[in-house]
């Protein structure tokens, strides 16, 4: 991520195209600079950046889990930039404005990225309104937003108490401090004024000291969605726009809809069956389209699951991802040639190999698919991320 920082700190607002070469390495081209922005977005998905709210921080990994898109955690500080900004924001900020100037950097120059941002994110950067609703919590988090919903219930009934007029003024307090929903009070749920998820986050001034009632918890309601997609993302959303139009105007986004963003972003769907397969491959220099190889190449390639894609697609091209259109849109289109052996060694003793710049794969005339496909597994394990000359 630092070099990242120096990269686009230096050259993220030039109008020439961004190609990358790796120090220490002789390969250059296409091939190295996808791996590079391939490397940056997922990098900005590191859980230790604490940039984004992590859906299960208990599942294990160095990754935020966001099976919705990735969404900032809340910033509650009236400043986050400048020197009365704490150390903690002031990065985050500049982290923001680095990922808003590499998106803008990827779509300027026609790199395919691999980030997954929410759809309601988009919204906030599109400047498209955003209600403060529970309903938009759910689009971020279902989980917090099912809480929400169980406490607008305590507001519910709260309000049918202080409604009736049967009821004198001590019996409308003693029947609200005894609400319960789904048999639980809200003294159960042992909540105070911070944000979910961050107890050093509070949502008023000594929140930590207090707890969420009966009398109040409309108002905690309204504070924890202010905090998630109001006040609480908006240094987010702001200084992602910053960056992004040191690279061009991010009002022209305006001219895609968020799903459409959506999949220019990497996360458009990929047809691998072997019918799209048997197209998109070229077979030649020893192979043809009927030769076993070939065939079992592209019985493989149909079987892998959304892991085994990206590692294929990443020792390919060097991006995990393939650009919209899919391997139609592959250019150069992929090749798959065959990979000479010398005595006394054979076929199954050598590893595939791949010109990332050409997409021209090297591939042994192995002697089953089997070895073919635990081959492949050790290549793109091994291979990825190194770029040398053949």
Request: hydrophobic content about 40%.
């Amino acid at each position: 991520m630092q070099v990242a920082l120096k990269v686009f700190d230096l050259f993220g607002a030039s109008s020439s195209i961004l190609d990358v070469h790796f120090q220490g390495e002789v390969g250059t081209g296409l091939g190295p600079t996808l791996e590079f922005f391939a490397s940056v977005s997922r990098e900005f998905a590191w859980r230790e950046l604490k940039l984004w709210r992590d859906a299960d921080s208990t599942i294990p990994g160095k990754y935020v889990h966001h099976p919705l898109g990735l969404f900032p955690a809340p910033m509650l500080n009236l400043i986050v930039e400048g020197p009365m900004a704490t150390e903690r924001d002031r990065r985050k900020t500049r982290l923001f404005k680095l990922l808003g100037q590499f998106v803008a950097r990827a779509l300027l120059d026609s790199r395919i990225i691999d980030i997954s941002l929410n759809k309601v994110f988009l919204k906030l950067i599109l400047g498209e309104p955003v209600p403060l609703t529970v309903a938009n919590v759910k689009l971020i988090d279902p989980v917090l937003g099912h809480s929400l919903v169980t406490l607008q219930q305590f507001v519910g009934l709260k309000t049918v108490v202080q409604e009736d007029p049967s009821l004198t003024t001590e019996e409308k307090k003693d029947r609200i401090s005894r609400l319960q929903v789904n048999g639980v009070t809200l003294d159960d749920m042992c909540l105070d004024f911070t944000v979910p998820g961050y107890d050093d986050l509070e949502l008023k001034q000594s929140g930590k000291d207090i707890s969420v009632t009966a009398q109040n918890v409309e108002e905690y309601v309204d504070l924890v969605i202010d905090a998630m997609i109001g006040r609480g993302a908006r240094p987010a959303f702001k200084a992602f726009r910053a960056g992004f139009s040191t690279v061009f105007p991010v009002e022209d986004l305006r001219t895609f809809s968020v799903d459409e963003l959506v999949m220019m972003f990497g996360n458009a769907d990929e047809d691998w069956s072997s019918e799209t397969l048997n197209e998109a491959i070229k077979a030649d220099h020893g192979f043809n389209v009927e030769s076993a190889a070939i065939r079992d190449l592209i019985s493989i390639m149909a079987s892998y699951d959304k892991n085994g894609r990206r590692d294929f697609l990443q020792f390919i091209t060097g991006s995990p991802k393939l650009p919209i259109g899919g391997f139609k849109a592959l250019s150069p289109q992929l090749t798959v040639v065959r990979k000479p052996h010398e005595a006394p060694f054979t076929p199954d003793d050598y590893l595939p190999s791949v010109m990332t710049c050409a997409h021209y794969l090297k591939l042994p005339s192995y002697s089953s698919r089997a070895v073919m496909e635990q081959k492949l597994v050790i290549a793109m394990r091994e291979g990825t991320g190194s770029f040398h000359l053949s």
